[in-house]
């Protein structure tokens, strides 16, 4: 099937043509239909299956069938709520791209920055709203957003959005949405949580599921190189001698962590930043363009911040941390392999995470290959629970005396302050 045959109108074609699109994926070929038919839907898609264009596009072909071209006095037609910046930011990206031709206004809202150029923008007029639900909120309250004419709702990234804890904003602003509207429900994954709150939101809507939670891309080879914890950094820049590697998005479990891989790699002449939570806007910002535009060589990221990185033919995906969550290792390595492009996922497993690349395999039905013969194989045996529990005791310890040590020197810092 081409993207010709799915009723869309020229102006959005050439837009499609523009980006190299011609033949829908699954989710679009299955989703745009009942979009344009003006059905709820509800989407079961994993990252990288074209899921916001499957959305994005015959919305944009509505609201240009509804409104015709931008004025001033343009009206809210369009709210996509979606859980981070990073995708909040993407969304719009792709909106801009596929409604170049038809003069649709749209802008996105996100926390974490000042907020009058988003004001300005919404004062100027937009047909498609992208926001994160806590400054939509803010803004609703401040009286810069109406909600009342709204014709389309888009819940994008529902798991996501439960799991960070938006749940109660997410049943206020359902509040406030007019009853008569076309809604569509987009997740991952689907357990009971989030069918129940689907319930809430979608009327007797059509559903369209494609690449189900247990499975990756084919296109996406799977290697894992088993390793020490104290060898993990040398063997991970033993990889990146490797010059064909030229951009890897490397996943670390926490943000400290992530912190300290990047300046590991500095060290080494690597090239990497970091995005997570603790960064600021401008901050995450930067790091992903100049890796889009090949400044940086690594990028590491947390689980959550990678949410809503879409970088077109990235080819290499590092897990440094094994998720022990197994859906989140299908997630992460999805970010590579995309539109048909071949993908290599590589993950570095330590003795204590031999048991989360078990609970891997399960889950995708598939063993990954194991690659051998690399300068530091795992030597050290998984600790047993009773050596767990005993090592978990000396790290609290370590951790409270450092907390006491920093208190005091911070106390005596304060005094000698109060001083001057």
Known sequence: MKFTDLDLIDPVLSALKDKGYSEPTPIQEKAIPFVLDREDLLGVAQTGTGKTAAFSVPIIQLIHQFDGGHSRDAVLRCLIVTPTRELAIQIDENIRDYSKYTKTSHTVIFGGVKQHSQVQALK?????????????LDLISQGYISLNDIKMFVLDEADRMLDMGF???????LKMLPEDRQSLFFSATMPDNILQLSKTILDNPKKVEVTPKSS????????????????KHSLLVHILKNEDIEHVLLFSRTKHGADRIVRNLKKSNIHAAAIHGNKSQNQRQKALKDFKNGKLRVLVATDIAARGID???????????????????????GRSGRAGEEGIAMSISEPEENSFIRDVERLINQKIEIVEGHPFPQTERPMSAAEKKEWNKEKQKRKQEYHANRKKSSNGRGRQYSRR
């Open 167 to 173: 749940i109660n904003d997410i049943k206020k602003l």
């Open 216 to 231: 990756t891309a084919e296109t996406i080879k799977q290697y894992v190189y088993y390793t020490n914890r104290v060898t």
């Open 124 to 136: 100027r007029g937009v047909q498609i709203l992208v926001a994160t639900p806590g400054r939509l």
């Open 311 to 333: 970088i077109d033919k990235l080819r290499y995906v590092i897990n440094y941390d094994i998720p022990n969550v197994p859906e989140t290792y299908v997630h992460r390595i």
